[in-house]
């Protein structure tokens, strides 16, 4: 029984790791940010709210995301565990998250924080490409998919998002800076987060994160 939270800077690669997570230990991997983007995708109502911010780089409001969690949460296949990616992103989010599992009396078994410093992050968000259809990630340098501009796994389009323009960037890691960092002393101060150095290359990565999380 695993339930985790991802944490870090943009660009730390949590997108990468949550889709090696979810295979290893089989729980729904819940990020926040693809919601978003499915939305935007399908024209919904919350898609043309959450766009607006997201463009700029800025957080959708709380209001927006804390029932939209809630919600997953309560879904039959989180029953054995889950992966929040991108989400909580605010000191609100997280006291709403303790709130929720309280009530549930379940408790998160690691938050996990990935972290970089700022001159790495912004070269990798620079280059970064994302598959349209299946959500792959890539890189222009790092990890280029074997065809340029088609996905590996699922032939689909690979495009940059918008929020990955150098102007957004700058100000996703202000947004960053200000409201989600705080959340690392959330956590330090109820005592499950484990800090791993997210520069020492995808496959340590993982393999720290396994070693810690266990089987
Ligand atoms: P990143 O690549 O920085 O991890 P995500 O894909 O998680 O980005 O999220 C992209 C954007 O979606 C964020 O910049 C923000 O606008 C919005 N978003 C995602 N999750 C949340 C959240 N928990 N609270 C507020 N906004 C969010
Ligand atoms: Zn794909």
Same mark, same amino acid.
């Given at each position: 029984m ?5 944490l870090?800077?943009?660009?730390a ?26 939305n935007?995708k ?17 957080l ?7 029932d939209?969690?809630?919600d ?31 009530? +549930? ?10 972290? /970089? $410093?700022?001159? !790495?992050?912004?070269?990798?968000? *620079? #280059? ?6 299946c ?42 800076? +200000? ?10 101060? /109820? $005592?499950?987060? !484990?800090?791993?150095?997210?520069? *020492? #290359? ?14």
């Amino acid at each position: 029984m695993c339930r985790l939270v991802l944490l870090g800077p943009p660009g730390a690669g949590k997108g990468t790791q949550a889709v090696k997570i979810v295979e290893e230990y089989q729980i729904p991997h819940i990020s926040t940010g693809d919601i978003f983007r499915m939305n935007i995708k399908e024209g919904t109502a919350l898609g043309k709210k959450a766009k607006e911010f997201m463009d700029k780089g800025e957080l959708v409001p709380d209001s927006l995301v804390v029932d939209l969690v809630r919600d997953r949460l309560e879904a039959e296949d989180c029953k054995n565990g889950f992966l929040l990616d991108g989400f909580p992103r605010t000191v609100y989010q997280a006291e709403e998250l303790d709130k929720y599992l309280s009530e +549930k009396n379940l408790n998160l078994t690691k938050v996990i924080d990935i972290y /970089a $410093g700022e001159d !790495v992050l912004f070269e990798r968000m *620079i #280059g970064r490409r994302v598959c349209k259809n299946c959500g792959a990630p890539y890189h222009i340098k790092n990890m280029p998919p074997k065809k340029e501009g088609i996905c590996d796994r699922c032939g689909g389009e690979v495009y940059q998002r918008a929020d990955d323009t150098e102007e957004t960037v700058k100000n996703r890691f202000e947004v960053y800076n +200000k409201q989600t960092k705080p959340l690392v002393e959330y956590y330090e101060n /109820a $005592g499950n987060i !484990v800090h791993i150095d997210g520069t *020492i #290359g995808l496959e340590n990565v993982f393999a720290s994160i396994v070693r810690i999380v266990g089987a």
